[in-house]
């Protein structure tokens, strides 16, 4: 009996683990991160390599995330969502989430620069910091802790590239075979990756704003809460994707395909925000989470498949 029980503490302090790390969304964070590095000139497909990579940014992440909610532990507790989060709840101590995080950090860190290279994992780290102890805390002063957080959203593309290329200046020229390429893609796709959280996160912050405005969060554009100025930014932000999707077509990174699937994509989403601004209400705010969760993986992976060298 005592031995079933033992075993049952151990598998709910598992849980607790991996509800700490945030899963679902470490997992869609470092996919972005895995296809910028597969997009890279130089980088053919490597299992090992990519099973590295994704170790890595699994843990940073899962690090980012434990650190956001050991510092948010007091609204997490008033959020019904959020409200069974282990540090929250008291399954979980300050100082064990602490721990856990600082290992789980270093632990990841250390794989991208050791297997892969120092400025990758330069990156990783400051993502972390900017994540954990800027963006967290800043949500509950001004909405401008969306744009602050849009940063470390959008740096695994770039850390999934610089470990593939080993090169971070927007204009580095990469020698591949003879050819030379610019370094300039991984830019694109961390403006790819920072403009769309824009209407993502608004639309969820949308869904969820009792809850976060009772938390004393301010992520909405608007202080006023859901707004027709909100879906309207959702707007300008979505259309503002439109000319970063032409992009990889025109610096060669991707061919003719992905191009049509990118700009239908993104048509589709600015038509989600367009019916968000006309009928106002949680209903299309929720299509545009959904959409925008669709968006992200169908335009990666179509720049992936149609990738030209």
Not at 40 to 60: E, Q, S
Not at 198 to 225: N, Q, R, T
């Amino acid at each position: 009996m005592s031995v079933t029980r033992e075993a049952s503490k151990k598998n709910n302090k598992l849980k607790d683990y991996l509800q700490l790390v945030k899963p679902s969304l470490n997992i869609m964070v470092v996919f972005s991160s895995v296809i910028s590095y597969l997009l890279a000139p130089n980088i053919r497909f490597d299992w090992l390599d990519i099973t590295l990579l994704f170790i890595g940014g699994f843990l940073v992440v899962g690090s980012a995330n434990t650190i956001n909610q050991v510092v948010e532990r007091d609204t997490d507790a008033m959020m019904k969502r959020t409200a069974s989060r282990p540090v929250a709840a008291g399954r979980m101590s300050v100082s064990e989430g602490w721990a856990f995080a600082v290992v789980t950090g270093a632990i990841g860190v250390f794989i991208l620069g050791y297997f892969f290279n120092l400025l990758s994992a330069g990156l990783a780290l400051f993502s972390l910091f900017l994540y954990a102890f800027i963006y967290t805390p800043l949500k509950k002063v001004n909405a401008i802790s969306v744009f602050v957080g849009a940063f470390p959203g959008a740096l695994p593309c770039l850390i999934g590239w610089t470990a593939g290329t080993g090169l971070f200046a927007p204009f580095d020229q990469l020698v591949v075979n003879g050819k030379e390429f610019s370094n300039v893609g991984g830019w694109v796709l961390f403006l790819l990756q920072f403009l769309w959280q824009f209407p993502h996160f608004w639309a969820i912050a949308w869904v969820a704003h009792k809850d976060y405005s009772a938390a004393g969060f301010k992520l909405l554009p608007s202080e006023k809460g859901p707004t027709k100025f909100t879906a309207l930014q959702t707007i300008i932000y979505s259309l503002l994707l439109i000319p970063v999707c032409v992009l990889p077509y025109f610096i060669g990174m991707s061919g003719l395909t992905s191009l049509v699937i990118a700009t239908l994509a993104n048509l589709f989403l600015v038509f989600q925000c367009v019916r968000l601004y006309r009928e106002n209400d949680a209903k299309a705010a929720r299509r545009v989470m959904f959409s925008s969760y669709i968006y992200l993986p169908i335009v990666l992976l179509a720049l992936l498949s149609d990738k030209i060298y």
